[in-house]
């Protein structure tokens, strides 16, 4: 298994523009979820997926779009990107939800955003 | 906000036990104490978790007090590969989100 996968690793944008960020995951996972991580801070919840067709936001939502149309793939998209989205994002993904052993969450290597 | 509180930073002696303490007063009866790790500036990798009881795995044990308001994680054995920053996140069941705080950088010497 490749386990979480994550392109591209680094991206410089200029403000304004849009991309996507890709993240698939081999393992069959149902939940996967977007993090960004700041500077010398921990990780903060983006949007996350319960399953297929299903998605929610995390603690810092704005200026992010999600969709999961298959189990493998969860896309994250920035529409217009600014400065502040300078950051490194993660995305994760696990069997199941909190309380069990299947909930261990699986981290993919992050991208590395840098809008000027 | 993060529900968890540990030390910015700690040293340990390569060889040694490293004994990484988090504080977690507002947790409540349905909610779990996870230990990730973060080594340099990889994803997180997961290490632990438990409810009440103490638990042991292949890489940590982790020490959770009677009243659930404060555990400890522990690295048996640590080497310079342990170096990294260590979360303590309290996550409820079938609660989605995971709240990273700032950790706890632990840096093993040789």
């Known amino acids: 298994n490749a386990g979480v996968t994550q392109t591209p690793k680094f991206q410089v944008l200029k403000t304004g523009q849009s991309m996507t960020l890709q993240c698939a995951q081999d393992m069959n996972h149902e939940y996967m979820s977007w993090y960004r991580q700041d500077p010398g801070m921990g990780l903060r919840l983006i949007h996350y997926?319960?399953?297929?067709?299903?998605?929610d936001q995390g603690e810092v939502p704005n200026g992010y779009n999600v969709s999961r149309s298959t189990t493998e793939d969860f896309p994250l998209r920035l529409l217009s990107a600014a400065p502040s989205q300078t950051s490194v994002y993660f995305c994760?993904?696990?069997?199941?939800?909190?309380?069990?052993?299947?909930?261990?969450?699986?981290f993919g290597p992050g991208t590395r955003l840098t809008v000027l | 906000d993060a529900k968890t509180t540990q030390p910015t930073s700690m040293d340990c002696a390569e060889g040694r036990a490293a004994n990484l303490p988090c504080n977690h007063s507002t947790i409540s009866g349905n909610e779990y104490v996870y230990w990730y790790r973060q080594i340099h500036s990889q994803g997180p990798q997961y290490i632990i978790h438990g409810l009440k009881n103490n638990e042991t795995n292949e890489m940590a044990s982790l020490i959770i007090t009677e009243d659930r308001k404060s555990s400890t994680l522990i690295l048996p054995h640590t080497t310079l590969r342990d170096t990294a920053v260590y979360y303590c996140?309290?996550?409820?069941?079938?609660?989605?989100?995971?709240?990273f705080g700032a950790g706890t950088r632990l840096t093993v010497k040789p």
């Open positions: 994760a993904s696990s069997l199941g939800l909190a309380g069990g052993t299947t909930d261990t969450q699986y």
């Open positions: 996140i309290v996550r409820g069941y079938n609660n989605n989100d995971m709240r």
């Open positions: 997926s319960v399953g297929a067709g299903i998605t």
